[in-house]
């Protein structure tokens, strides 16, 4: 692709998204509810998550190839095959994080670009978002420029062009969550900068995902988390619940949680499809629908019922023998939890306080303090969603 080509892309994708701020949806060729963004990143693989979603989303990033296979988990000379996945069965799409022209030079991607001309992900917003985006967004730079981020060239692999790709997409998380008004978790991230880097960074992408995600993001997407940054979040907040001050992030309950379960491992495309079809064969993806579509309008009813219905599937399926004779295509299994944001479910235990809350004693002041911040917190999401943690770090012998 020429320059040219990719200035042309990027024109016609803002004259798209400045007629529609939600042309996003018609941009996808067989798009399939639930829909959700993967997670991306080295130790978390893609192809577990397809098969429970209608759609999986990429969020694709001009990246070098080498960050390319280490965070996406797909070989560049895979793309080819990829492409003809996602054309034959819409399961799998990608999303430009950046317009085109920031893609020029990554040659790889091209077909991908070319074939699939993928949306680029414009997030609708009113002309107030608008001025805090912006004035986040300077901020960040003036940071920058006086040398506080300094730490992600120390603490971050690869090349300094993959480094700045990377800070890029953190300081659209921040901004994302000044827009929402959670103001606190972008803070955190400020302050700890050259304290505890690392911390700051796992606050920022999971306090992003759970809250600024679902108000901002175009489609009625589902929530997807690795168990790892999820755990983190749920134990920054034990040691903030401490102490329920103004000037410290109280604890929140964001949600319910509504079952943990086991499901199969495939670490590759071939395994992928194999499990496709068996959760197909089963109706886990028409369960799971029902059960993403009765969250979102918090029907308790349907809640209920559908979660049984999936447990029920979920559990058939890990005592299924034939997976056995598949070892090349499923080699392990893998814990899943299911919830939801944005809504509180009778008696259900919450989101945050799984295991949470063991060891705090709450007086009913700060536990005030809590149901009050929670009903803040469910009023700036505004809709509910469910979520999914996948947990990588343990496979289970099948």
Known sequence: MEYSDLVDYTNEEDELFRKNKNYIQHRFKNLKEPISYAVSDVNVQLWPQIPFMGTTLIKLSPVTEQLFERVYHIKVNQIPEIIQFVQDTGRLQFVLTDDPTYFFGHEYLYKILEELHPPVLNIASTEQEK?????????????????????????????????????????????????????????????????????????LSIAHDLLAHPKFYPLNTAVSLDYNSYDFFKNFHKKQSLDLSQKNIALNEIGCYLM??????????????????????????????????????????????????????????????????????????????????????????????????????????????????????????????????????????I
């Open 131 to 203: 001025k805090i985006w912006d004035e986040s967004n300077q901020y960040c730079q003036e940071l920058f420029k006086q040398g506080q981020f300094d730490n992600y060239f120390k603490l971050l692999p690869g090349s300094k062009y993959d480094d700045l790709t990377i800070l890029k997409n953190d300081i659209k998380k921040y901004s994302f969550l000044k827009m929402a008004g959670f103001d606190e978790y972008a803070d955190f991230f400020i302050n700890i900068l050259n304290t505890d880097f690392l911390s700051g960074a796992q606050v």
């Open 260 to 397: 943990e379960k086991m499901t199969y491992y495939p670490t590759s495309l071939d395994g992928c499809k194999y499990l496709m079809e068996k959760y197909e064969s089963n109706d886990l993806n028409s369960v799971f629908l029902a059960l993403t579509q009765g969250i979102m309008e918090r029907d308790n009813n349907t809640i209920n019922s559908t979660k049984n219905g999936l447990e029920e599937i979920l559990d058939t399926m890990w005592t299924d023998t034939t997976f056995k004779n598949k070892s090349l295509l499923i080699e392990a299994g893998l814990c899943i939890g299911i919830g939801a944001t944005g809504y509180l479910l009778g008696n259900t235990a919450g989101l945050l306080s799984t295991i949470l809350m063991e060891g705090i004693d709450f007086s009913k002041d700060s536990l005030n303090i809590v149901k009050k911040s929670s009903e803040k917190i469910a009023e700036k999401i505004s809709k509910s969603y469910s979520v999914t943690i996948y947990n990588f770090k343990k496979k289970y012998k």
